[in-house]
């Protein structure tokens, strides 16, 4: 009877001891906050498969913001304030107008010189009225990711046509960086490029993938899709004008994006690839 007492208070403090090492070690590991709402891409839908692969298969955490009540929902997401916690912040955005009260959670995280993310449309993540308050944020692509301020403008930031699609490949002098460990030389995505050239990336960063247009609507020349840099509060940079919702499909993007995540977050980049990731979400379009 004294064994079977003392067998089941062993039991209990070593399950005691499990939890409490597991409960630890989930409160250490790096928070991955995501912000989405971009009208076309299901921005809303692609990365929380992201986000759930890093909690299975890397150790992180992660939490997905969406706009509110749909992607089209352009003046409200909810739990911004969750970035006060966050160790990374990757945003797909597109021309949102959101209250000020919530872009001061942004505005704070990016203070903090803590690393950023962005997806494609995130070049032109907000679209306020001229004049306003808030125009600044009409830039954010420029101050947050090193990308073009906006779309249009001085900075001529265009695509080559919705009929067309984007081959990528490894720029030689990048083939060493870690975030493209594992990543294909060469590899075809459905996004059609978008123009940042000649003024972008700003000066200071690294090219790491150059895309060609492929059946182009107008004379195309090479840009860069993929690049790292430090932006204008000291944070690191990861920013890819790639994200079309079958890109998120071809294994050498997904690699690239979980390549980046870790980097980001000075954790050493899995040489080992846990597999593809099964991603298949349509492309949306606008719907407004």
Request: glycine share 8%; net charge positive.
């Amino acid at each position: 009877m004294a064994k079977s007492i003392l067998s089941t208070f062993l039991l209990v403090l070593f399950t005691c001891v499990t939890i409490n090492k597991t409960f630890a070690q989930s409160k250490k590991a790096p928070l991955v906050v995501f912000v989405t709402g971009d009208h076309e891409y299901s921005g809303e839908h692609t990365l929380p498969l992201i986000a759930a692969e890093l909690e299975k298969n890397y150790g992180f955490r992660t939490k997905v913001l969406k706009a509110y009540p749909d992607q089209n929902g352009e003046k409200d997401i909810p739990g911004l304030e969750v970035l006060k916690e966050a160790d990374l912040a990757v945003f797909y955005l597109r021309w949102r107008q959101l209250p000020k009260e919530q872009l001061d959670y942004i505005e704070a995280y990016l203070k903090s010189g803590k690393p950023v993310m962005g997806f494609r449309t995130t070049t032109h993540a907000f679209n306020y009225p001229k004049g306003s308050e808030l125009e600044k944020w009409n830039a954010f692509g420029e101050f947050a990711l090193n990308a073009p301020p906006g779309w249009g403008g001085k900075a001529a930031h265009t695509h080559y046509g919705h009929e067309s699609s984007t081959d990528v490949s490894i720029i030689p002098a990048a083939a060493k960086h870690p975030i493209l460990i594992g990543v294909a030389a060469n590899f075809h995505t459905r996004s059609w490029l978008y123009r940042v050239l000649p003024d972008y990336p700003t000066k200071g960063s690294e090219w790491l993938l150059m895309g060609k247009s492929v059946n182009p609507d107008k004379a195309a020349i090479e840009n860069p899709v993929a690049w790292t840099g430090t932006n204008s509060f000291g944070g690191k940079v990861f920013m890819t004008t790639l994200g079309h919702p079958e890109d998120f499909q071809v294994e050498a993007f997904q690699r690239l994006v979980i390549n980046a995540i870790h980097w980001e977050l000075g954790k050493k980049v899995p040489k080992t690839w846990k597999g593809k990731i099964d991603i298949n979400v349509p492309y949306r379009g606008m719907t407004k």
